[in-house]
Every structure is written in structure tokens, then in C-alpha cells.
């Protein structure tokens, strides 16, 4: 069973740039991964999905502060963002996702447990 | 800015049944497949639905999803105190090429 584990540091300054990472306990080829985030009290926020390949899609509304990356060796794959701000902070998830096309079915199976990243100074 | 709308809350007694209802639009729920997301305090969200009605291994035949149109629906029936969490659908939009999600209900067990 494929498990995920968010890590990083939970406090960043404003302006400063978030990094993330999440390992994959399994096989993290031939699947896309995607980051969520929840701020306290909020609902779920898309932030993107990448594909092993290197290929990705960003939320339109973070897309200028986001790169996500993956480093196969490791089994793990990452979340920049830049220039944060107050508004960024939230809990962070990386789940598996399962994306089918025409149409598109696109769901997360599995999910880590999250990790609380708070933007502050 | 959620795309998708769902009730706040809903509630029922021990062993009812209750829906929660998610709208959305043509270039969401209208052209893909919805998924529904179990969240209990504390903790990450669980995928419960998938492709509008389909449950992955170890989901109760308890929840159950159906969509019409522009809408999609969860139902539980046989309410017990565990499922007291929060929804969430989640679908994607073809015009923003994004995954949303609705803006979530609170399920109360009475």
C-alpha cells in the first residue's frame, strides 16, 4: 500500500519562498501527483499536479508562484512557492491522483496526512 | 472561491439517511466525472466516490453518489456517529483546466 508523507518547515516569513516535500513509501512512476491545501477553518484549494514525466498543470489563480518537481531517485516530489503571504497559510497535502481522459475522471486515492505551514514573521 | 456549491450542514438521527447536493456547471460537473472526499476532525480527506458512483475497496455500500446534469449528489444511509465529518465533491473544470472543489458540508449525527 502506498503510503505519503509531507515534510518541511512549518514557519516562513512573508515574501520568502515555501518548499515542500512529500516521499513516496512505493512505486511514484507511471502516476500523477498532485498538492492540495486547506487554510484553518477553509475548504480544499487545488494548487496542481505534475507527472513523473515532467509534465504539469498549475492552478490558474498560484500558477505564477508554484513549480513542482520530482526526483524519482528519492521517490519524492516537491512544492515551491514564492513570495508568500499571510493567505498562504494552510494545511499542505500531496496525494496520488488518478486522471482519466474524455472525460475526465480525476480523483485522489491516497493522501498523506498533511503537514501546517504557517506564514509569518 | 469555490466553483462548486454545496449546503453548509445537514443532519440526522442514528440510522437515517441524508444527501448532500453539489452544483456546478457545464464545464465542470456537466462534462467530467465527480469524486467525493470524507474529511473527520483532524485528519486528511478520504476519497469515498469516484467517477460519479463507483466506491474503492473498503467503502460501505452506506454512501453513494449519482449525478444529473449540472449536479451531483452523495447519499448515506444507516447514519452512524463515525460519519459525523466534512464532504467535499471535487471535479474538473475544462475551462479553468483546474480541479475544484465544493465548498464542503459539515454532517452532524443528532
Known amino acids: 500500500q502506498v503510503q505519503l508523507q509531507e515534510s518541511g518547515p512549518g514557519l516562513v516569513k512573508p515574501s520568502e519562498t515555501l518548499s515542500l516535500t512529500c516521499t513516496v513509501s512505493?512505486?511514484?512512476?507511471?502516476?500523477?501527483w498532485t498538492w492540495i491545501r486547506q487554510p484553518p477553518g477553509k475548504g480544499l484549494e487545488w494548487i496542481g499536479y505534475?507527472?513523473?514525466?515532467?509534465?504539469?498543470n498549475y492552478n490558474p489563480s498560484l500558477k505564477s508562484r508554484v513549480t513542482m518537481s520530482v526526483d524519482t531517485s528519492r521517490n519524492q516530489f516537491s512544492l515551491k512557492m514564492t513570495s508568500v503571504t499571510a493567505a498562504d497559510t494552510a494545511v499542505y497535502y500531496c496525494?496520488?491522483?488518478?486522471?482519466?481522459?474524455?472525460?475526465?475522471?480525476?480523483?485522489?486515492?491516497?493522501w498523506g496526512k498533511g503537514t501546517t505551514v504557517t506564514v509569518s514573521s | 472561491q469555490s466553483v462548486l456549491t454545496q449546503p453548509p450542514s445537514v443532519s440526522a438521527a442514528p440510522g437515517q439517511k441524508v444527501t448532500i447536493s453539489c452544483s456546478g456547471s457545464?464545464?465542470?460537473?456537466?462534462?467530467?466525472?465527480v469524486s467525493w472526499y470524507q474529511q473527520l476532525p483532524g485528519t486528511a480527506p478520504k476519497l469515498l466516490i469516484y467517477?460519479?458512483?463507483k466506491r474503492p475497496s473498503g467503502i460501505p455500500d452506506r454512501f453513494s453518489g449519482s449525478k444529473s446534469g449540472t449536479s451531483a449528489t452523495l447519499g448515506i444511509t444507516g447514519l452512524q456517529t463515525g460519519d459525523e465529518a466534512d464532504y467535499y465533491c471535487?471535479?474538473?473544470?475544462?475551462?479553468?483546466?483546474?480541479?475544484?472543489f465544493g465548498t464542503g458540508t459539515k454532517v452532524t449525527v443528532l
Open positions: 496525494a496520488r491522483v488518478s486522471l482519466n481522459y474524455g472525460p475526465v475522471g480525476y480523483y485522489m486515492d491516497v
Open positions: 505534475f507527472y513523473f514525466s515532467g509534465s504539469t
Open positions: 457545464s464545464s465542470n460537473i456537466g462534462s467530467n466525472y
Open positions: 471535487g471535479t474538473w473544470d475544462s475551462s479553468l483546466s483546474a480541479e475544484v
Open positions: 467517477d460519479n458512483n
Open positions: 512505493g512505486d511514484s512512476n507511471s502516476y500523477y
